[in-house]
């Protein structure tokens, strides 16, 4: 049964016992995952178990404890029009896009059982096709003939609730995700989480006939309850869920919540009209996502340490971010002329690059 719901979401929760199947009209990954923070946060789950189906145009989504600069290529991802998202949960990076769908279980923290959740998933898959090898394994991801993955999972729990979320490889395109999930910067010394590199398929690539429908119906069909679609978008049904998604969205979730990190590599640098190269030593310190200290040591006396150290004193306190730093430097830049203008430019848009 599917049904278009347009009254309280919390009355329909309340009108139903056991679980629940939703399914997100957004594409929009900043949405979906406020979605999700929305309910974790406004639901009483006691007793109850929802889940929820949605998916997302191409994305990358890092967990909450990860570090952007190390987990992918920011720089392809601004060139090809992907976003970052960071979520609320632990785990590792993974790539979204319309070939890949998401399943998110909530509950109270009592009947929090992340086995029983992959193990809908794969009874599911076995119903769609027997065929098909596929099994859960101690780390929580979902393999196709033992050495493939093709799910991964995050979880987050607060005093009361929590939801434990997975990726399902259906047909995402896998030349994008090789290219975006790799790192941007060198040379990055953190503590925080890293993920975990993986051989990945997609169940097209082994069952070529399985549809988007035939795999949603055979995960609906096993709770045998309402399919209801929902508009994340509706402050309605959502009060304050815009809100939400306006700060998984900001640059001061995104990218200031990343553990503090260190940046520690040989920049190669080269003069164009005398064609004299060098090299420099760059180390950053980063904290929230800003430059606190930054220090660049040039060999050869290829430019004055007085003006390497006026740049420095500009960088520290901005955003490590290509865009704000090159509007930074600019000033210092045409305050200079002639051999000095260009090093001085060079050696900025070297430590740029690192940027990704």
Not at 59 to 75: S, Y
Not at 133 to 155: H, Q
């Amino acid at each position: 049964v599917l049904i278009l719901f347009t009254n309280s979401f919390e009355y329909l929760c309340s009108t139903h016992n056991g679980s629940l199947i939703f399914q997100s009209k957004s594409t929009d990954i900043h949405q979906n995952l406020a979605l999700e923070d929305w309910i974790e946060t406004n639901v009483d789950l006691t007793n109850r178990r929802l889940f929820l189906l949605w998916r997302s145009h191409a994305a990358v989504v890092i967990g909450r404890h990860q570090n952007p600069w190390a987990e992918c290529d920011l720089g392809a991802m601004w060139r090809a029009g992907v976003p970052l998202a960071r979520r609320r949960s632990g785990g590792g990076t993974v790539y979204h896009d319309m070939g890949n769908l998401n399943l998110t279980f909530f509950s109270c923290r009592k009947l929090y059982d992340r086995q029983r959740n992959l193990k809908v998933v794969t009874e599911a898959l076995r119903r769609a096709r027997p065929e098909l090898d596929v099994r859960a394994t101690e780390r929580l991801d979902i393999v196709l003939n033992g050495k493939y993955k093709i799910s991964g999972s995050a979880s987050r729990l607060s005093r009361k609730a929590s939801y434990h979320h997975c990726t399902l490889l259906h047909s995402a395109d896998g030349s994008a995700l090789q290219s975006v999930l790799r790192p941007s910067t060198p040379g990055i010394h953190s503590n925080a989480t890293p993920s975990v590199v993986s051989s990945v398929t997609n169940l097209t690539d082994h069952a070529p006939s399985l549809t988007w429908e035939e795999l949603t119906q055979a995960l609906v069909q096993h709770s045998l309850t309402s399919h209801i679609l929902l508009d994340p978008s509706d402050e309605s049904l959502f009060p304050g869920i815009g809100c939400m998604a306006s700060e998984l969205r900001s640059w001061d979730w995104t990218f200031g919540k990343t553990p503090k990190f260190t940046i520690e590599t040989e920049l190669s640098l080269s003069d164009d009209l005398t064609l004299e190269h060098t090299t420099a030593q760059l180390h950053i310190e980063l904290k929230n996502g800003l430059i606190s200290s930054i220090v660049i040591t040039v060999q050869d006396q290829w430019l004055q340490q007085t003006l390497i150290n006026e740049l420095c004193d500009v960088l520290t306190g901005e955003r490590f971010c290509p865009h704000r730093v090159a509007a930074a430097v600019s000033t210092l830049i045409k305050s200079e002329q002639d051999e000095t203008q260009r090093r001085l430019h060079k050696l900025s848009n070297t430590v740029i690059s690192v940027m990704g």
